[in-house]
């Protein structure tokens, strides 16, 4: 798809990453896959997403260590960045959107069609369908 956003999904549970792979592909949404932060702000140097879908807890970086990243590049500090991750406390959810996330969703109260309604706040009429004259 030419006109296709693209949203980077930086999540390491194969199980979790797939499905939210399927579902923005299906939405049609170019989707790039990192694994870890080290991964993701690799492929940052070379991709610029229109999204960021962030997980916390991963191995090597952090989700919120790659968000202090983002943020003090000129070129992605204004990039949406959703957290989507398993910590519910409110001293994560406040660090998270203190650095500067759009939102946080806590994977285990949101489906993927819910989390598909999120994204759209961020990116809003950018699917295909939704641009038909």
Known sequence: MPNSKKIM????????LDIYQTKLSQEGYTVIEARNGVEAMKKLEKEKPDLLLLDIVMP??????VLKKIRERADL?????????????????????????????IKSHFTPSEVMEKIKIYLPG????????
């Open 9 to 16: 999904i930086v999540e390491d549970d194969s199980f979790v």
């Open 77 to 105: 500090k204004n990039m949406p960045v959703i957290l989507l991750t398993n910590l519910s406390q409110k001293e994560e959810i406040n660090v998270g959107l203190g650095l500067g996330a759009s939102d946080y969703l």
């Open 126 to 133: 950018k699917k295909a369908e939704e641009n038909k004259n």
């Open 60 to 65: 090597y970086m952090d989700g919120i260590e």
